[in-house]
Every structure is written in structure tokens, then in C-alpha cells.
């Protein structure tokens, strides 16, 4: 890859990104922009996958609002990002919780990591 870019993709990353993994359920603050406001809005659910690298990394989140399942998708070292607590840890065997997207209750959970 060229120099420019390598360059350019390296001022854009975080200092210390956020640790957790697929499976875990964080709780995500991100800027929202109304008007000429800013606040911060909360997103709570657990991570179904992290893909890419470097600075285009992402991860998904799904929650369940209302019985309905809801998707979001934030590149990891997006300055609208501005934190992602983890409030638990999910055992999982899979880079992918696709499957999640199927199942309602009880089965949608994850087993917390001991």
C-alpha cells in the first residue's frame, strides 16, 4: 500500500482502542448530532462480529428493543465512538454470531465467560 496512505490511515487511529471480543455485551456511547447540539447516546447489546483491520476495523452490535431486533455497525476507531464499556463477557466458539439473528428469549443469550 502506498506510504500517503499508510500515513494518513495511522493519524486516524485511536490511542488505545476499546478491548472486548464477539460475544461480549458492551455498552456503546456514541455522539449523536442534532441541530447545532451534541449529546451522547447509549447503545446496549452483544457484539456479533468484528471484522476489518487497521483503521476500517468495525464490530456489530444487536439488541432486542421492544421485540425487535435492532443492528448497529460503528467502525472501531470512529471519533463519533466515544467509548465502549464491557459489561460482560459471552463464551462463544465463533468469529460470527449470525446465528443470534434467528433466535428470541432465552435462546438468543450468550453464557457468560468465568
Known amino acids: ?11 486516524q487511529m485511536k490511542a488505545e482502542p476499546p478491548v472486548f471480543a464477539v460475544g461480549d455485551t458492551v455498552r456503546v456511547h456514541a455522539k449523536i448530532k442534532e441541530g447545532t447540539r451534541e449529546r451522547i447516546q447509549v447503545f446496549e447489546g ?7 483491520g487497521s483503521s476500517r476495523e468495525t464490530f456489530t452490535v444487536r439488541k432486542t428493543s421492544n421485540g425487535v431486533g435492532v443492528e448497529k455497525t460503528w467502525p472501531l476507531h470512529s471519533p463519533n465512538v466515544e467509548k465502549v464499556e464491557v459489561i460482560r463477557r459471552g463464551k462463544v466458539a465463533r468469529a460470527k454470531l449470525n446465528y443470534l439473528r434467528g433466535r428470541i428469549g432465552k435462546a438468543a443469550k450468550v453464557k457468560e465467560l468465568r
Not at 452483544?46 to 476489518?52: D, N
Open 46 to 52: 452483544v457484539v456479533l462480529k468484528k471484522q476489518g
Open 1 to 11: 500500500m502506498n506510504e500517503i496512505i499508510k500515513n494518513i490511515e495511522a493519524a
